[in-house]
């Protein structure tokens, strides 16, 4: 059973970069049988999709989101990477990542059954 | 975009509820259900619009293809009183996207 831990700093001021990370255990995050998501959930809100990505590095971003997000796998670490620049007050959420069985056509089907606990990031000055 | 409905849903134990999703374009059958409790990750249930997740009650049921989706889940238990989140994913362009929720609560 694979274990993801997600990690960040907890708090970051307006218009900095908000970093995080998913460190995964019990699996490997080389295999292209996977697929990987990073989501986020404003405090008493739904669910949003940030991105996406395959090990081969090819990734999907939430139009939403714009040029502000850049997500990335480092397989020496064992861990995913997300990065959400310029940050607002409307980035305050709890963040999760996730993995999933690899979709038969690009991202069309994706689903993910294994997901870390989350990490808060709050922004504020 | 998914539209979900009801936002909530007041059901005793024993009921049968059904929650229902619409995507605005065809999307065939990819379709998921995850069920969240508060504090906690989301949990999948149901894959490709009908299939069961493993290790998932079979109470929980999914249908529907196209546009038009259903999670019904028969005789409700305690421990279902949770929210609910349908998920869409398409191609053109690549993106996902959850329905508003729905959470069944205690009448």
């Known amino acids: 059973q694979p274990q993801l831990q997600e990690s960040g700093p907890g708090l970051v001021k307006p218009s900095e970069t908000l970093s995080l990370t998913c460190a995964v255990s019990?699996?490997?995050?080389?295999?292209?049988?996977?697929?990987w998501g990073w989501f986020r959930q404003p405090p008493g809100k739904g669910l949003e999709w940030v991105g996406s990505?395959?090990?081969?590095?090819?990734?999907f971003y939430n139009p939403s989101l714009k040029n502000r997000v850049t997500i990335s796998v480092d397989a020496s670490k064992k861990q995913l990477s997300m990065k959400l620049t310029s940050v607002t007050a409307a980035d305050t959420a709890m963040y999760f990542c996730?993995?999933?069985?690899?979709?038969?056509?690009?991202?069309?089907?994706?689903?993910?059954?294994?997901w870390g606990q989350g990490t808060l990031a709050i922004v504020s000055s | 975009q998914m539209t979900q409905s009801p936002s909530t849903l007041s059901a005793s134990v024993g009921d049968t509820v059904t929650i229902t999703c619409r995507a605005s374009?065809?999307?065939?059958?990819?379709l998921n259900w995850y069920q969240q409790k508060p504090g906690k990750a989301p949990k999948l249930l149901i894959y490709?619009?009908?299939s069961l997740q493993s290790g998932v009650a079979s109470r929980f049921s999914g249908g529907g293809s196209g546009t038009d989706f259903t999670l019904t889940i028969d005789s409700l238990q305690p421990d279902d009183f949770a929210t609910y989140y349908c998920?869409?994913?398409?191609?053109?362009?690549?993106?996902?996207?959850f329905g508003g929720g729905t959470t069944v609560e205690i009448k």
């Open positions: 996730a993995r999933g069985p690899r979709p038969i056509v690009m991202i069309r089907g994706a689903s993910f059954d294994y």
């Open positions: 998920q869409e994913s398409y191609i053109d362009p690549p993106a996902l996207a």
């Open positions: 374009h065809f999307i065939s059958t990819s």
């Open positions: 490709a619009a009908s």
């Open positions: 019990g699996g490997s995050i080389t295999s292209t049988s996977y697929f």
């Open positions: 990505l395959f090990y081969s590095a090819t990734t």
